[in-house]
């Protein structure tokens, strides 16, 4: 096991305390105040992780791996990724919305980096969309109260919300989900302009996806509206529908046009399904999926990719060509990962997230004195009582190869493998090589080493390649 740090990212909708006070990165000056948004633990070539090596040496994640692809990820995903950590953990807060964006389909973010290496653009540059070749599904496991909107919702849906709205642009939107092309090639003449930005997939669709793309161009190619008409006319709006998911959605953009004024973009929050996640409840992303999320921290868990695609609610660089072509405009129900495998681990106060993908899956566990129940599994065991019935308790080790990463995230766990055994304590992480097989996870011990009294329990996350 080799300790690593997290790379902290400062981004202005981040945290003024939640990831200071995890991570424990002490007193921060009141008058140069920094939002810290998300810690890495990273093996992307851009901003790679510092792992300290048994002599004590610090060197970064990306280079361990090159050099002994065999010891770090094992010979079943050496040969499947090469020698590179298939996946990107991280911890994010909240504390005002992030943009509205999409991660490109993998043919399309292999395209764009091209592009942009062709047209000499540096990868550090700010108008830069595609920092690597690799699309981005991401999943998201809520660590307190987190909010988002994800996905398009049921088209009744989002004309019931844009119709509420008295406001010239919320009018246009529910027309384009409205106005149907009865003639191939031939779209209304007002939407035009949105169709010319179709992929060339949309040959191929059905109508009413047309109409969600052309609702979701107007609001993002929109110039700035006042603030004195969209705000108030979004209040109006939020005492006028009914129902919990109608009022979430709303809540979402209120909270988002405070943040942003003015900015058009807020509307397209209205077309999305709002989510609202408790503790250790979770939300998969894949790549095309519009999203944004609201408030709150999470763990977050993703291929190894920076691609980032924005279409509003940001100070950055807006990329709404390159977004248009990966939009997935299909109206879905968003996808909970852990549903399909939450009865494998209850017994063992753990929960398994395991998305049907190959790079990653994560773990949110609890260790705690006497074995005592984990409330949040009471919950949880609440929500999905009926499939835990059906399925019966199953039996899933935690992965014993692989490249895992074993992250604190309260009190403390006592991480222990065939060659080592390490005291963890909150923030702090350990990368754990293919090569020290299977790991055990348990309630922190007292030694001559660590003479601070036991804790009595301790939660921990922890992040590999599927069993």
């Not at 006042?226 to 006028?240: H, I």
């Not at 566990?365 to 019966?392: E, H, M």
Request: hydrophobic share 40%.
């Amino acid at each position: 096991m080799f300790p690593i740090r997290a790379v902290e990212k400062h981004y202005a909708w981040g945290s003024y305390d939640r990831l200071q006070n995890m991570f424990h990165l002490g007193p921060v000056d009141g008058d140069h105040l920094e939002p810290l948004a998300e810690m890495w633990f990273s093996g992307h070539a851009e901003s790679p992780s510092p792992l300290t090596l048994s002599d004590g040496v610090e060197v970064p994640l990306t280079d361990a791996i090159r050099r002994d692809p065999m010891t770090m990820l094992g010979e079943h995903d050496s040969q499947l990724f090469g020698p590179i950590l298939p996946y990107l953990f991280k911890v994010i807060s909240a504390r005002i919305p992030l943009s509205l964006q999409v991660h490109p389909l993998d043919f399309e973010a292999r395209a764009g980096f091209n592009r942009e290496n062709a047209a000499g653009i540096p990868k550090e540059a700010p108008e830069r969309s595609f920092k690597d070749t690799l699309a981005k599904n991401e999943m998201v496991v809520a660590l307190e109260p987190f909010t988002a909107s994800v996905g398009f919702a049921p088209v009744p849906f989002q004309l019931t919300l844009l119709r509420a709205v008295d406001h010239p642009l919320a009018g246009l939107m529910a027309e384009a989900l409205t106005a149907r092309t009865f003639h191939m090639g031939v779209p209304p003449a007002q939407f035009a302009q949105a169709d010319a930005m179709m992929p060339v997939s949309s040959l191929i669709w059905p109508d009413s996806r047309r109409r969600v793309f052309r609702a979701f161009h107007a609001a993002v190619t929109a110039p700035k509206v006042s603030p004195d008409t969209l705000g108030p006319a979004l209040e109006a709006a939020s005492q006028k529908v009914r129902g919990r998911k109608a009022r979430a959605a709303m809540d979402n953009a209120l909270q988002a046009i405070h943040a942003f004024p003015g900015d058009p973009s807020v509307l397209c929050l209205l077309m999305l399904n709002p989510v609202c996640l408790e503790e250790g409840e979770s939300v998969f992303i894949p790549a095309g999926t519009p999203h944004a999320y609201i408030h709150g921290t999470a763990a977050e868990i993703m291929t190894n990719s920076d691609n980032v695609l924005r279409a509003g609610m940001t100070p950055k660089h807006r990329d709404i060509p390159n977004l248009l072509r990966s939009l997935d405009c299909q109206p879905n129900a968003t996808i909970d990962p852990s549903s399909s495998m939450i009865a494998t681990l209850i017994m063992h106060n753990m929960v398994t997230y395991r998305p049907k993908i190959n790079e990653y899956m994560l773990v949110y566990g609890n260790v705690s004195k006497g074995g005592a129940a984990w409330p949040l599994l009471t919950r949880l065991n609440q929500r999905y009582g009926d499939l835990i019935d059906k399925l019966g308790p199953r039996r899933l080790m935690i992965p014993r190869r692989g490249p895992r990463i074993l992250l604190c995230t309260e009190g403390a766990v006592q991480c222990s493998t065939e060659y080592q055994s390490l005291t963890l304590r909150q923030g702090q992480a350990v990368f754990i090589p293919s090569e020290d097989g299977r790991v055990e996870i348990t309630m922190a011990r007292r030694s001559g080493m660590n003479p601070e009294p036991a804790q009595e329990n301790g939660s921990f996350l922890l992040a590999s390649t599927p069993v």
